[in-house]
């Protein structure tokens, strides 16, 4: 075993502890059993969740069985977010949700090799389905004080805004009634969570005092990891273009590689410490190239390459490495499958066309030039690209032998400006 809490405070995303003493020496004493819950607010896990995710890997590596807990009951509640209530999803709907989310997260974890590092699903709907509202509020429930409910930070900013409903009010019952519930049955003592998590985990612990007053596993204990942010203010885990989610019908494997390789360079080597499995020494090094090199991306390239491998598959990584390197005249445009292909001209440019037209009219289409004399000029200064290969003539035309997978023109301004045409 490996000194876990060493290892996410040198990595920066430790935020609190409880008893920290006690923890280091329950881990010593290990394996632990520890649990992470995940909603499902949507058909997938999005790479705001992949800290947490990440981290209970890095516990099973450290010798410790970690609990991938799906809320398909809490799924059902939600949450209270700061700002107004949740929109109450169906049951279908969370069940097929929870489902999702246990096919995204057994790929993370070893649930399958027998010991006592084997990982464990949960759901807490299996708990929480038969139980009567007069169960949940007399032996549950009484263990609550409403002051210390009133005075969490999401409640105060509620009430003191459009108010909140008791559905809401009463998630952090049911949060710290999943921890109770494994303490039982699997000897859980720790809960990890974001910083945003710290009152309803404590809660957990609180309520685990209060019913299981012998604790015969042991104390229970809580950690919180750092929300991540980015440098530039805006939230980590968003494009334009929205989330970017875990399920490559979401966002597509390329876009998920390119999502790290545009990532700010003040944001690298926080993202090398959060997410990436490379040791100290490593990382360190990438660090050190990112900050002496900005323009060879090190730090980037090797994040994208390591979690889109880890997310989607080597198959999959090495795919989109060779669209992006096609794209730039690196490589074949048209030895890509037609599903790669399709998703990297995605995160270009895109005019679609019903017959194909002079190169400089496309040009001009696609916003690589202001217009078709400037088109025309380009072409003509040798800095336009059809497929890669240069464009010769002003009024070359592009002919059915050059579209890719029978519809795709790629077009090229200089070395790094793309477009991508497609006939309908």
Known sequence: MTDIVDELRWRGVLAQTTDEEALRKALADG?????????????????????????????????????????????????????????????????????????????????????????????????????????????????????????????????????????????????????????RSHGCTLQIGGSDQWGNITAGLDLIRRVAGNQPHGPAHALTQNLLTKADGTKFGKTEGGAVWLDPELTTPYAFYQFWLNADDRDIPRYLRTFSFKSREEIEELEQATAERPQARAGQRALAEELTTLVHGAGQCAAVIAASRALFGQGELAELDEQTLTAALSELPV??????????????????????????????????????????????????????????????????????????
Not at 81 to 102: C, G, I
Not at 164 to 178: K, N
């Open 31 to 183: 394996p632990l059993t520890l649990y992470c819950g995940f909603d499902p607010t949507a058909k997938s896990l999005h790479v705001g969740h992949l800290t947490q995710i990440l981290a209970l890997r890095r516990f099973q590596l450290a010798g410790h069985r970690p609990i991938a807990l799906v809320g398909g009951a809490t799924g059902l509640i939600g949450d209270p977010k700061p700002s107004a209530e949740r929109v109450l999803n169906d049951v279908e709907t969370v069940q097929a949700w929870v489902n999702a989310l246990r096919g995204q997260l057994a790929a993370f974890l070893d649930f399958d090799t027998p010991g006592p590092t084997q990982a464990v699903m949960a759901d807490n709907y299996e708990w929480t389905q038969g139980l009567s509202a007069l169960a949940l509020l007399r032996d549950i429930g009484k263990h609550f004080s409403v002051n210390q409910m009133l005075a969490r930070d999401t409640v105060r900013t509620r009430l003191d805004g459009e108010g909140m409903s008791y559905t809401e009010f009463s998630y952090v019952i049911l949060q710290s009634l999943d921890f109770l519930e494994l303490y």
């Open 351 to 424: 005019a679609q066309v019903t017959e194909l037209a002079p190169i400089a009219d496309l040009l001009a289409l696609v916003d690589l030039v202001p217009s078709k004399s400037a088109a025309r000029r380009t072409i003509k200064e040798g800095g336009a690209y059809l497929n890669n290969t240069k464009v010769e003539s002003e009024d070359a035309v592009p002919t059915a032998g050059d579209l890719i997978h029978g519809r795709w023109l790629v077009l090229r301004r200089g070395k790094r400006n793309l477009g991508a045409v497609q006939l309908a």
